[in-house]
């Protein structure tokens, strides 16, 4: 039981480039979400999505865009990659929105 | 607006002696409370939730953690720490009906020998 897969692992971007980071989960759940995690600030949640096909801001979306067009795939997309989104990225999911999520291992993106 | 504060950024514990990891939140409706646990270089695993059944919580691995709504609290205790438990730990909360969880900032739970 695979649960939410993320890649690449590991990342590393020049400022402008632009790049996908990959979340797939095979639990059939309707939520997903994607955070980035920065020494000693927790997580914030940039997008979500509560089912395919619909999509949210979070609190932190500037430079961010997210799709699903299905109900497994939540693909993030970084536009003119900047350094101030050098992060951990971390996709979840839930069955329901009050459920406890499953997290990814994570993607660790530097950008210089 | 809600928010949640880890009182300790780290706390140091011995093998075998309790452990306590202290959270307060603050929410304007009912919340859902949780903390997860994240190993080095590793994913969050959920450890505990609480969704307005009883105050007082059981998870994995031996921890628990109370919920006390006059104190705004939801602290995490394991009475005997192990080795395996050093790790970084998150409370989270969720209002009601609101997709947006909000994470503390995490405490650093060190075991010595």
């Known amino acids: 039981n695979a649960g939410v897969t993320q890649t690449p692992k590991f990342h590393i971007l020049k400022i402008g480039q632009s790049m996908t980071l990959q979340c797939t989960q095979d639990?059939?759940?309707?939520?997903m979400y994607w955070y980035r995690q920065d020494p000693g600030m927790g997580l914030k949640l940039i997008y979500y999505?509560?089912?395919?096909?619909?999509?949210d801001k979070g609190e932190v979306p500037n430079g961010y865009n997210v799709s699903r067009s299905t109900t497994e795939d939540f693909p993030l997309r970084l536009e003119l990659a900047a350094p101030s989104q050098t992060s951990v990225y971390f996709c979840?999911?839930?069955?329901?929105?009050?459920?406890?999520?499953?997290f990814g291992s994570g993607t660790r993106l530097t950008v210089v | 607006a809600q928010s949640v504060t880890q009182l300790d950024s780290h706390v140091s514990v011995s093998e075998g002696t309790p452990v306590l990891l202290r959270c307060n939140y603050s929410?304007?409706?009912?919340?859902?409370l949780f903390w997860y646990v994240q190993h080095p270089n590793k994913g969050l695993q959920l450890l505990l939730k609480?969704?307005?059944?009883?105050?007082l919580v059981k998870g994995i691995n031996g921890f628990e953690a109370e919920f006390k709504k006059s104190e705004t609290s939801f602290h995490l205790t394991k009475p005997s720490a192990h080795m395996s438990d050093a790790a970084e730990y998150f409370c989270?909360?969720?209002?009601?009906?609101?997709?947006?969880?909000?994470f503390g900032a995490g405490t650093r739970l060190t075991v010595k020998p």
């Open positions: 979840a999911s839930s069955r329901l929105s009050g459920d406890g999520y499953t």
């Open positions: 639990m059939n759940h309707n939520y």
């Open positions: 999505s509560v089912g395919a096909g619909i999509t």
């Open positions: 929410s304007s409706y009912s919340p859902s």
């Open positions: 609480y969704t307005s059944a009883a105050t």
């Open positions: 989270v909360v969720r209002p009601y009906n609101n997709n947006d969880m909000r």
